[in-house]
């Protein structure tokens, strides 16, 4: 996978196109680090494309929220203790309303 940096976007943006027809990812990167992904997309596959990357993000999310429960003991909570968790966060936020 090609690492592009946001300068070398910024100035060779239709070779960098170009290139996402045969390497159809690239890591976009700003002092050395990556902060997105650049894909190729048509008009066939885009909403397909967006769904799978939608799903992907929202299942890692999901991975690192049990990780840290895991951590924290409370993955081993009764659904009782968890309604009264989320009756307390739903109080908290409406005294910060």
């Known amino acids: 996978m090609r690492f592009v940096t946001i300068r070398e976007f910024r100035n060779n943006t239709a070779a960098i196109r170009k290139g996402l027809e045969t390497e159809h990812e690239m890591v976009l990167t700003a002092n050395g680090h990556p902060f997105a992904i650049l894909t190729d997309a048509d ?3 885009f909403e397909e494309k967006l769904a799978a990357l939608r799903r ?3 299942r890692i999310l ?4 049990g990780a840290r ?6 993955d081993k909570m009764t659904m009782e ?5 989320i009756a307390r966060a739903r109080a908290e936020r409406r005294r910060e309303q």
Not at 62 to 65: A, H, L, N, Q, S
Not at 69 to 74: M, Q
């Open 43 to 45: 008009e066939e596959s």
């Open 56 to 58: 992907t993000r929202a």
């Open 62 to 65: 999901f991975d690192r929220i």
């Open 69 to 74: 429960a895991k951590e924290l003991g409370k």
């Open 81 to 85: 203790e968890i309604d009264a968790e």
